[in-house]
């Protein structure tokens, strides 16, 4: 494939390619170049001590990053490899520091997806690889949004459609005495904990001890128009007032059907969490370019299948409005 050759040059250039994985676009640079992946962080407006996922071809490349690698990881692997989980692990002291952000610990992952796997495979090393948009804003699960986001920042961006799974990877830090969930994805605590027969718990927001890992700021996935979740009562209230208002609304719901109020774009999502998760940020993109003064989101179930999504949104809301 012509395009992979391409993009594997580019990188062996210390260029910046952008390709897919099963849950976002990644902006990928050879892992082992110091300078290439500075250049992420410039492309990104990152901050320096945010540390970026390094993707594998497979697991026999664990050992060439991480040291004190415990039997659970290659468990998990086993079991969820290729696919979202990322694995926190103590660094390989060959592995540059920029990549962990100063931090002696890396996150990994092997990502389920036919481009990003002909990739990885043909540059048979570790591609450090954020999602590629601007630093703390919605992540791109096309590539027609990492062109609209980032421009010509980028050499090359390897178009593999819509990305499947739509939302970040569950990270777990084996660094500890005990596996910890520190960003919760579509993978769930209760998938791997049957896997690995114990629990998995989540670390505290305010756990220090916890390694820095990606998506974990109180703000993160944001559009550029302020965004609140709401009950699906409190927006029928809003939907109500905006009869008689000139503000234009954006809804993002999961029950109801749209009011035909003029000044309210109205985005209906399907009430399955794989789906609703697949669709988030295409969604939410769509309602950020609405031209509308705020964007409304309906509060999602708690249940389990839903938490990666509402500590999504609940970022999202945080980090919403902010200038760049």
């Known amino acids: 494939m012509a395009s992979i050759a ?25 892992a082992r170049n110091p300078a290439a992946v500075g250049k992420i962080f410039s492309a990104k407006g990152r901050p320096a001590d945010h540390p970026v996922i390094v993707h594998l071809p497979d697991v026999s490349h664990l050992e060439r990053w991480a040291i004190n690698i415990p039997n659970i990881a290659y468990r998990i692997a086993a079991a969820f490899w290729p696919g979202p989980v990322t694995l926190i692990l103590q660094r390989h002291r060959d592995v540059p520091a920029i990549v962990s952000g100063g931090q002696t610990s890396i996150g990994l992952r092997v990502p389920n997806h036919p481009v990003a796997l002909s990739l990885l495979r043909a540059f048979n090393n570790g591609i450090a690889a954020p999602s590629a948009n601007r630093f703390g804003r919605i992540s791109p699960t096309t590539a027609q949004h990492v062109r609209d986001e980032l421009g010509d920042a980028v050499q090359l961006i390897l178009d593999g459609g819509a990305c499947e799974v739509g939302i970040e990877s569950t990270i777990v830090d084996l660094t500890g005495e005990r596996p910890q969930i520190l960003r919760p994805g579509m993978i769930s605590a209760e998938a791997i904990a049957s896997v690995l027969g114990e629990s998995v718990a989540a670390a505290s927001t305010t756990d220090k001890k916890s390694p820095r890992v990606s998506g974990s700021l109180e703000a993160h996935y944001a559009p550029r128009t302020p965004l609140q979740l709401c009950s699906a009562a409190a927006i029928a209230e809003q939907m109500r007032v905006a009869k008689t208002s000139d503000e234009r609304i954006a809804v993002l719901a999961i029950s109801g059907e749209s009011p035909q ?30 031209n509308c003064a705020r ?30």
């Open 295 to 324: 964007i409304v989101v309906q509060q999602v179930p708690t249940d389990d299948a839903w938490r990666a999504i509402a500590d999504r949104l609940q970022r999202a809301a945080v980090g919403s409005g902010e200038s760049h």
């Open 6 to 30: 391409k993009a594997v040059a580019l990188l062996r250039a210390g260029e910046l390619v952008a390709f897919p994985t099963e849950t976002v676009y990644g902006l990928g640079a050879d």
């Open 261 to 290: 109020i003029n000044n309210v774009v109205w985005q209906t999502a399907v009430p399955d969490a794989t789906t609703f998760a697949h669709d988030l940020y295409a969604n939410l993109r769509k309602l950020d370019a609405s």
